[in-house]
Structures are given as structure tokens and as C-alpha cells.
């Protein structure tokens, strides 16, 4: 199938896949999504592609007037477009919309706090398993604030059962914010992954498969479909979401081992591992955690095993301080604050750090796949994927 004979997602909440254990929707939690949904698009799509016209038309000539030269880096160019009234009334909103998707979720999930928990308790799990830890601590980069402006943030707990994050994260977070490019079930990044492992290692099967910052296990499940045999393993910080995550898995019969832990200190022996994953997981721990995560990737991998973290550029790739400045925004406005830090670190430098050899670390680029109603997952017509990589010897 040709990338242009994909079927063009519905750009509404209705195109989010559905399965036992989400929270039910009335006509009101509805048109309150897609209007979260379709101010997004907006924004996206009408109003943020004028705030370049703004930099080149009054912000850039103005500082370059008052400084003799253009901004030398994404930094200034900020504090440059924050004194302009027009990108004002765009952070304004965009801010709010990012709060808006939480703020019109959580009534739905408070509402239906109790049934979800009990829909969420598995008795006899026919798929996986769930194996939590009350030891493991939440940690410091997650512990002081909201993630992404999520109330109570992945690990808030009203209960030994909790897994109301769960369900917050579930319904269609990531989906509302992607416009739907990810597929139905916000599965395309493990798709990409795997796309990617078969196309540059075509004899390489992996039997053995770990997702790190796993969630509630969107990117997780199509691992189970990627290699005859394969086991897959997640690990998460929060109970909340790990209890969720396993419910989900029975629901929709995918037989991932859910496991509560730190990716730095994951409590699996050596060489475990043929593969080592995550998806847009670095940037939401520190500067000290990104190391010892990569450190402790490599020693959990078996002999031959291969690391892959999902995530946007780093800043040095980028050909224009205005391109870094607009991957820049969720680090002052988004509750990410380690997005920015972490995409200006030397990733090859963590990697040689962590155990790797020059040699056998990559950086490179992924098509965005597809995942389509048939089962098939094919790459999508436009966008990529960072991917940082290495192999243990």
C-alpha cells in the first residue's frame, strides 16, 4: 500500500480506539474532547505557523537594531519573542489548551472513579502479568510537579487500587495532541520501531523485548506482534498506571509482563535483554537519570542486544536557532523542564559513558508507521522519529 492510500484519521475523539476498561464518554464528555481536539488542530495548523512571519518581520529586525546582531541561540530568541504582543496571545493559548485537555478529562474519570477501578481489578489474568514493588520511590524528577499539566501527574494515588492516572493518560492524551497520527491506539511509535529494527538488522530476532517509561503500554503492545515467540517486559515508576496498564493488556489480549520499577535500577539480571526501548521517555527524567538509564541498558542487554530510545532531535541538528527555539517550548510551558537539557546533551558521549563503543552507537532518523485496522503498519507519507542507539558487544 502506497503512503498515500492510507485512510485519513478522523480528527475527533471518536477515531480513539476503545477497549473494556476505558472510561465511557456521553454526548457531553464528547463534544468537549473534540472541541480540546479541534482547538489543538487550530492552533497547530492556523496560528502557530505566523509567529515565523512575527520573528522575521518585527522580532528579528528589532533585536538585531538593538544588538548589532542576530540571536545566537534559541535562548534569545525566546526572551526576544516574549516581548512581541502577537506570540503573547499565542503562548497564552496554548497554554490553556494544554491544560484544557486535563481539565476536561478529569471529570469524566473522577465521575466514574469507582467502576473503573473495578473494571481495572484482574482476578485471573489470562495475558502477562503485573508485579508491583511499594518500595520503589517516585523520582525527584517526577516527584515536584504535574507532567504535561496532568492533575496528580502519572503516580497520584487516592488508593491501594488507584489506576485513575491510568485512565487519565488513556483517553486519547496523546491522541488528542498528535491529531490521530499515531493510530487508534497510539501504538505507531513501537510500530516505528519495529519498522526500523527489521529494515537496518533483518536477520536480528529478538526473543526478549524490554519498553522502559512503558505507561499504560500503547507503545508496548505491538512488540508482541514484532517476532514469533518474543516476551515482552514494561517498566514503569507509578503503580496508578501500571495496575492500568495491566487491565488494558487484558482487554485487548496482549501478553506484556508489567513491572514496577526505575529504568536506572530495573532489577533484571545481566544480559536479559535482546532489545532495550523506549519512546519519548529521556526527556522526562534528568541529566544524572539519563545516564544511569543508558548505563543500565547496557548491562541488562545480552551480547548482541540493542538499545533504542525514541525521541525528538537534539537541538545541534537543527539548522536554524528558530527551529530550536519552537522544539524548545514544552521546556518553560509544558511541566517538561528536562526537555530542553536533555536534548542539548552529547548522547554518544552517555553511551561510551554507559559501557557502548564509539563504534557501535547511532543516530538517526525513523519514519513515523502507520498502524492500520487490517493489522498491516506502513510509514506514514510525512514525519520522523530521533532515534538514539547502540549495540553491546
Not at 478529569?106 to 518500595?135: C, F, H, M
Not at 527555539?325 to 554507559?354: I, Q, R, S, Y
Request: aromatic share 12%; net charge neutral; proline share 6%.
Amino acid at each position: 500500500m502506497a503512503s498515500t492510500d492510507i485512510p485519513a484519521f478522523k480528527f475527533d475523539i471518536s477515531g480513539l480506539g476503545r477497549h473494556a476498561v476505558m472510561a465511557e464518554l456521553n454526548h457531553e464528555d464528547t463534544s468537549r474532547l473534540n472541541y480540546s481536539m479541534a482547538f489543538m488542530r487550530h492552533l497547530r495548523e492556523q496560528v502557530e505557523p505566523k509567529n515565523k512571519t512575527v520573528f522575521d518581520s518585527r522580532v528579528e529586525p528589532s533585536f538585531e537594531k538593538k544588538n548589532g546582531r542576530k540571536p545566537k541561540d534559541r535562548h534569545e530568541v525566546r526572551k526576544a519573542m516574549l516581548e512581541d504582543n502577537a506570540y503573547q496571545w499565542w503562548a497564552c493559548l496554548r497554554r490553556h489548551q494544554q491544560e484544557l485537555g486535563s481539565s476536561n478529562k478529569w471529570p469524566i474519570i473522577e465521575r466514574q472513579a469507582a467502576e473503573l477501578i473495578a473494571k481495572a481489578k484482574v482476578k485471573n489474568p489470562k495475558y502477562g502479568s503485573l508485579k508491583l514493588d511499594p518500595t520503589v520511590q517516585t523520582p525527584r524528577y517526577q516527584a515536584g510537579f504535574d507532567m504535561h499539566w496532568m492533575a496528580g501527574s502519572y503516580h497520584g494515588e487516592g488508593g491501594s487500587d488507584d489506576v485513575l492516572p491510568g485512565a487519565m493518560y488513556d483517553l486519547g492524551g496523546l491522541y488528542m495532541g498528535s491529531g490521530g497520527k499515531f493510530g487508534k491506539w497510539n501504538d505507531g511509535p513501537g510500530y516505528s520501531v519495529i519498522h526500523w529494527l527489521k529494515t537496518q538488522y533483518p536477520d536480528f530476532k529478538p526473543k526478549k523485548i524490554l519498553d522502559e517509561g512503558c505507561t499504560v503500554g500503547q507503545s508496548t503492545g505491538p512488540y508482541c506482534f514484532g517476532w514469533p515467540g518474543v516476551e515482552v517486559h514494561g517498566i514503569d515508576y507509578a503503580a496508578p498506571i501500571l495496575r492500568y496498564a495491566h487491565a488494558r493488556a487484558q482487554a485487548l489480549k496482549l501478553p506484556i509482563h508489567f513491572k514496577q520499577a526505575l529504568a536506572e535500577d530495573t532489577g533484571y539480571a545481566d544480559n536479559s535483554f535482546d532489545v532495550v526501548v523506549s519512546s519519548m521517555f529521556l526527556h522526562e527524567t534528568s541529566h544524572k537519570a539519563v545516564h544511569a538509564i543508558v548505563k543500565e541498558a547496557h548491562r541488562i542487554l545480552k551480547p548482541g542486544g540493542i538499545m533504542i530510545h525514541v525521541e525528538q532531535p537534539p537541538f545541534k541538528t537543527m539548522k536554524t536557532v528558530w527551529q530550536q527555539f519552537v522544539m524548545d517550548w514544552d521546556t518553560h510551558n509544558n511541566n517538561e523542564p528536562f526537555w530542553g537539557p536533555m536534548h542539548d546533551m552529547d548522547l554518544e558521549d552517555v553511551a561510551v559513558k554507559g559501557g557502548f563503543k564509539k563504534q557501535d552507537v547511532l543516530q538517526t532518523y525513523a519514519p513515523f508507521v502507520t498502524p492500520l485496522d487490517d493489522g498491516r503498519a506502513v510509514p506514514a507519507e510525512r514525519g520522523e522519529w530521533f532515534f538514539f542507539t547502540a549495540r553491546k558487544r
